[in-house]
């Protein structure tokens, strides 16, 4: 009689999750890999219908992406001729190269205040979400409560009154007002996800370090924060997608100084409309810092598989 475990998948089992993983895997990266040939084509062929998957492709979209141009009558473009490789591209529509355009100064706006945000949000939600874990806080399910919902709170219900409140304290279109806007946003977040991570963590392994001769403030430094690694990294990255996508605020805060790649990549204009190549090349240098930003997190992410296995 053949031994039969009710814990161990059979190979058909492991045969169907893994197709049913690739097939979703693949599926979930048609639009991903869509924009970044797109940002390949030419305009004629990003708008071809039906939509061309072979093509020549080029480098026009990332060229009218970071630069500025303009149109030239013929006797100057003869008595000029092109410089470099993209102004060779940008020949070919009677124009040239008069500049750098805004998107570089947008893109590090989105780095300053995506990554900033998400610093002060990490920063301040783990000392709030460590003293929520270990100390009596007078009405603490009811400041939960609170702090949780001000995430439930749509964008346009606070939208004029932030907005009042801002134009007043002279920070709209500043850095430092869009990153505090969103670590207000987000410190709801990640007080109550790393509330649960810190749960997580015994007790006794802070009461050994101060019978050990710690501080408090050591304790929590060397004991409770690198065993909440991982959900600090998890915290991390949802509180940076939340700031690096946001658009509603950007809109409505910003205009020029502090104006965020969102509200600037659908404003590229084109021949004849939106130039689709320039706006695919721009949404896929801004997935970049993000997918690197993972990337550099994944061990503490799969770290987070076993964490909370050791018990009281």
């Known amino acids: 009689m053949s031994s039969f475990s009710v814990t161990e998948p059979s190979n058909r089992s492991k045969w169907i999750a893994g197709f049913l993983v690739i097939t979703y895997a693949l599926i979930t990266m048609i639009p991903l890999v869509w924009i970044l040939l797109t940002g390949f084509k030419s305009p004629a062929d ?14 026009e979209g990332y060229v009218n992406l970071f630069t ?10 003869e008595a000029n001729p092109p410089q470099n490789w993209a102004d060779e591209i940008v020949r070919q529509y009677d124009m ?21 945000s998400t610093f002060l ?13 270990r100390f009596k806080v007078p009405l603490k399910d009811d400041l939960l409560f609170f702090i949780l919902s001000t995430r439930m709170m749509p964008p346009v219900a606070v939208a004029i009154p932030i907005f009042l409140m801002f134009r007043n304290l002279g920070l709209s279109d500043t850095h ?6 969103y670590t207000g946003v987000n ?17 006794e392994y802070e009461e050994a370090a101060l019978i050990d001769g710690y501080t408090r403030f050591q304790a929590f430094y060397k004991v409770v924060l690198p065993q909440a690694a991982t959900g600090i990294a998890s915290t991390a ?15 409505l805060l910003t205009s020029a100084n502090a104006q965020t790649a969102p509200p600037f990549i659908p404003t590229i204009i084109g021949i004849g409309g939106l130039d689709w190549p320039a706006v695919a090349a721009g949404a896929t240098i ?27």
């Open 237 to 251: 990255i949802f509180c940076l997608i939340f700031a690096w996508n946001e658009y509603a605020f950007a809109v």
């Open 176 to 181: 430092l007002g869009m990153i505090l806007l």
């Open 46 to 59: 990003a708008i071809s219908y039906p939509p061309k998957a072979v093509f020549d492709p080029t480098l």
């Open 286 to 312: 801004f997935l970049i810092p993000v997918m690197i930003f993972t990337i550099l997190m994944r061990k503490h992410l799969l770290r987070g598989i076993t964490f909370g296995a050791v018990r009281k």
């Open 96 to 116: 040239v190269i008069v500049g750098p355009s805004k998107f570089g100064e947008r893109f590090m706006n989105s780095v300053i205040i995506g990554f900033g």
């Open 187 to 203: 410190i709801s977040l990640a007080v109550w996800l790393l509330k649960g991570f810190i749960d997580e963590i015994p007790r």
């Open 121 to 133: 949000s990490i920063f301040l939600g783990t000392l709030a979400a460590y003293a929520f874990s």
């Open 68 to 77: 500025t141009r303009t149109r030239q009558t013929q006797e100057f473009l």
